[in-house]
């Protein structure tokens, strides 16, 4: 951190995760299955969801927390996605659900929840928080709608993996340092005594940061980089660089991952900080 810097802010320079055009769809299909997906399920068995809770999943992106807690707390229960990018909404809404399971999709900032007080008894956020302009005022919002005894489960990376850690100086080196800058935002709270003290200082009691550890497997980077990058806010950079800047971009990822290749996938370590808090 800079001296200085607001610790419920983002570093200086860093974006916010706002996608354009159809990016949101090829978010469902590239970093659902392979990059964020795979730690919903750690995520709400921290959250410790039951029958009959009022849910709110922040920054729920194309739903895949939601819909999974729409399964725990029915019947009686009901979940709220809300997320600022329309576009996800709009993937959102076009899943299908089972039968029986709901959920509503709203439009809305995780600065300015537009929710009454206590309104729910569980706020979910899977890598969201990195990302808000204002952390802190977040978290107050996070406070202000949850019932009495609610609880608050988040999660952010603790940093990058290997596979990220090459992506980023592929960027640099073959795209621009900015556009390797702006992929930053996501790794920029990984420290848990701070991540624990934002919540703390938001008025969260029993705070506890939990580290999950999971081995990521995607597929081989000739296949998945450009797809994934294509789901990312840098698709435009991306795609303006030219076709042969995107080759050497896809030679430096299979060169860097060989050492991770396990058969058909790419195998890389990564690690997340969940976070749980109480009223």
């Known amino acids: 951190m800079n001296p200085g810097q607001k610790a419920e802010s983002p570093p200086q320079g860093l974006t916010q995760f706002q996608l354009q055009g159809d990016a949101a769809e090829r978010y469902e299909q590239w970093i659902v299955p392979f990059v964020i997906g795979p ?5 709400l068995d921290l959250a410790a969801l039951r029958r009959g809770h009022r849910v709110l999943d922040v920054a729920t992106g194309t739903g895949v927390v939601a ?10 229960g009901t979940v709220t996605g809300l997320d600022l990018n329309e576009g996800m909404l709009t993937a959102a809404r076009r899943l299908p659900l089972p039968p029986g399971l709901t ?6 900032s995780a600065l300015a929840l537009p929710f009454s007080d206590g309104a729910f008894d569980a706020v979910l956020c899977q890598q969201g928080l990195q990302f808000f302009p204002d952390r802190l005022k ?3 919002e996070f406070r202000r709608v949850l019932a009495p005894l609610g609880r608050v489960t988040l999660s952010v990376w603790t940093g990058p993996s290997p596979y990220f850690t090459a992506q980023r100086e ?3 080196i073959h ?4 556009t390797a800058m702006s992929t930053a935002a996501a790794f920029s709270l990984g420290d848990d005594k701070e991540l624990r003290g934002l919540l703390e200082t938001a008025g969260f009691h029993d705070v506890v940061v939990h580290h999950v550890r999971m081995m990521l497997r995607l597929p081989p980077p000739e296949e998945f980089l450009l797809k994934h990058l294509s789901a990312l806010p840098v698709a435009d950079l991306v ?3 030219g076709e042969e800047v995107r080759a050497a971009l896809v030679a430096h990822m299979t060169e860097a991952m060989r050492a991770y ?8 370590p990564q690690e997340v900080n969940v976070a749980t808090g109480r009223v």
């Open 175 to 178: 795209v621009s340092p900015e």
């Open 67 to 76: 819909r999974l807690a729409a399964r725990q707390v029915v019947p009686g």
């Open 170 to 172: 592929g960027l640099a």
């Open 103 to 108: 959920i509503d999709w709203r439009h809305g």
């Open 39 to 43: 730690w919903a399920p750690a995520l």
């Open 239 to 241: 795609a303006a660089a």
């Open 261 to 268: 290749v396990d058969g058909y996938s790419v195998a890389v």
């Open 138 to 140: 977040a978290l107050h």
